[in-house]
Nanobody, 121 residues
Framework: VQLQASGGGLVQPGGSLSLSCAAS?????MGWYRQVPGKQRELVAA???????KYGDSVKGRFTISRDSAKTTMYLQMNSLKLEDTAVYYC???????????????????WGQGTQVTVSS
């Protein structure tokens, strides 16, 4: 499977942005991580095959993850963006049996190329 992330850009604090991650085939577990240079990557949001979701503490209540019924495209709606949301956002997918669905430490994880999100006034 191959993943293509899109939708990043520049937005002012308090604004909104939507990211997409298109897969070359139907997927199971999917999610988003983000990374800032010099810092560890951070879970943003993940969604399991059955639709269960998990969010990083810093984005709860502001971001919403979803996917289409064919499970080939995942979305991340980001509202009330803050300066600290600035990062490169990476989407991933992995098999449904590789649990927990939000953990990306295993060799089964496939990553997209990343998309830059910059929140700045």
């Amino acid at each position: 499977v191959q993943l293509q992330a899109s939708g990043g850009g520049l937005v002012q604090p308090g604004g909104s942005l939507s990211l997409s991650c298109a897969a070359s085939e139907s997927t199971t577990s999917m999610g988003w991580y983000r990374q800032v240079p010099g810092k560890q990557r951070e879970l943003v949001a993940a969604i399991a095959r059955v639709g269960t979701t998990k969010y990083g503490d810093s984005v709860k209540g502001r971001f919403t993850i979803s996917r289409d019924s064919a499970k080939t495209t995942m979305y991340l709606q980001m509202n009330s963006l803050k300066l600290e949301d600035t990062a490169v956002y990476y989407c991933y997918t992995k098999p449904h049996w590789d649990v927990p669905f939000w953990d990306v430490a295993s060799r089964n994880v496939v990553w997209g190329q990343g998309t830059q999100v910059t929140v700045s006034s």
